[in-house]
């Protein structure tokens, strides 16, 4: 356990204003101290995740460790914390220029650009079709079009529903879909107005790791990204998550990685004094 107080952030990501996009606890580290701290700290930051980073010696293939938490479990992947944390180092001055990191999904780089975006590159989702899990519909609460494992990284399932207001609508039985994923749902369909400024839409559910419905998903975009980039014809888009925070995430389809493209605010600052 740290032995004095350690600044804790939390920032909104994917995002341009406060209190939008998916809030994510951030701690800066001299080391990792043991799991069952990192996980305290997390459970009582009670956000979707909270990710722990620190410095790594130069001359690596990574210049940060990195790892995420949820309230109850580790997991491999992460977005929105990942883009939290690349805006934490850069707005502090802690880093400059492209950041890699290391974590359990390989090295991550995150880049910040002029305008005040960041990119993140990640490993693109591996899509298998697979059936229609019995109950799944029910649990769900509609019965999708199609469905689709999501690899290791992930370990989602993402269904394809009608259309937009069907995703925006859905009130699934949590508990019910626990059964059905290694991590989570991604439900999504076609915008119903690309006008408005986005492509496709989502919602994600993760129950297993102890969220319910995680307000704007990072990962789950490289499986969207992939699978909407080959129905449209095009590299880049745009997905809305419509939870009720709601978040843009841009993404550009590149063969085995996929970009993911948000911005950042922070909103806390303060001691960890535990």
Same mark, same amino acid.
């Given at each position: ?83 939290? /944390? ?22 991550? /780089? ?55 207001? /069907? ?20 439900? /999504? ?12 839409v989502s919602r994600g559910f993760f129950p297993r790791v102890g969220i319910d419905e995680d307000p704007v998903t990072g990962s789950a975009h490289t499986a969207l990204a992939p699978f909407w980039s080959q129905r449209l014809g095009r590299r880049e888009l745009t997905g ?35």
């Amino acid at each position: 356990m740290p032995t004095s107080p350690h600044r804790i952030r939390v920032v909104d990501a994917f995002t341009d204003r406060p209190f939008a996009g998916n809030p994510a606890g951030v701690l800066l580290l001299d080391a990792f101290p043991d799991d069952a701290w990192l996980q305290s700290v997390a459970t009582e930051v009670n956000h979707a995740e909270t990710a722990f980073a620190h410095p790594l010696p130069e001359g690596g293939e990574a210049d940060w460790a990195l790892r995420w938490f949820t309230p109850a479990t580790e997991v491999d992947l992460c977005g929105h914390a990942t883009l939290a /944390t690349a805006h934490v180092l850069h707005s502090t001055g802690a880093a400059s220029g492209p950041v890699r990191f290391a974590t359990r999904s390989g090295v991550l /780089t995150a880049t910040a650009h002029a305008d005040g975006t960041l990119t993140l590159d990640f490993p693109t989702a591996p899509l298998t079709e697979t059936g229609i899990p019995d109950g799944f519909a029910e649990a769900l609460g509609t019965e999708p079009l199609r469905a689709y494992d999501t690899g290791r990284n992930c370990g989602d399932l993402l269904v394809e529903l009608a259309d937009e207001k /069907t995703v925006r609508e859905l009130t699934p039985d949590h508990r019910a879909l626990v059964r059905h994923s290694a991590r989570g749902v991604i439900a /999504t369909a076609l915008a119903e107005d690309p006008a408005r400024g986005y492509d496709f839409v989502s919602r994600g559910f993760f129950p297993r790791v102890g969220i319910d419905e995680d307000p704007v998903t990072g990962s789950a975009h490289t499986a969207l990204a992939p699978f909407w980039s080959q129905r449209l014809g095009r590299r880049e888009l745009t997905g809305l998550q419509a939870s009720a925070r709601t978040g843009l995430v841009r993404t550009e389809l590149r063969g085995d990685r996929t970009l993911l493209t948000g911005r950042a605010v922070t909103v806390i600052e303060g001691d960890l004094l535990a």
